[in-house]
């Protein structure tokens, strides 16, 4: 069996006890990290950064880090080629033979 202690209420401040405090709005990041590019493009996190460190991803490193520039990540994705039904038939090829491969493997 346990005991729960309570919490004492909080005090409720006075007008004398008040700080006013500043808002300021919300900034929005202009860069991705690399494990956000990698989420958005569905790719594991090495894949990512070997495409950040060749340069296929236009990212910048600062401070040690890779960031991605949003604006550019999106100019980049919709300047890629689109997948001909060639290109789809050779990963399905790929992909079904990877899958004998595996087949065999625990057959064997």
């Known amino acids: 069996m346990s005991t729960v202690i309570p919490f004492p209420p909080r005090p409720t401040p006075t007008d004398a006890d008040t700080i006013p405090t500043i808002r300021t709005a919300p900034v929005a990041r202009a860069v991705y990290t690399v494990a956000e590019t990698a989420e958005i493009l569905s790719l594991s996190l090495g894949s990512t950064y070997a495409l950040v460190r060749s340069g296929e991803i236009p990212a910048k490193k600062v401070g040690g880090r890779w960031l991605v520039p949003k604006g550019r ?27 004998q491969r595996q087949q065999r493997r625990n057959g064997a």
């Open 73 to 99: 990540l999106h100019q980049w994705l919709n300047e890629l080629p689109e997948a001909s039904t060639e290109d789809v038939a050779a990963e399905l090829e790929r992909i079904e033979r990877a899958e």
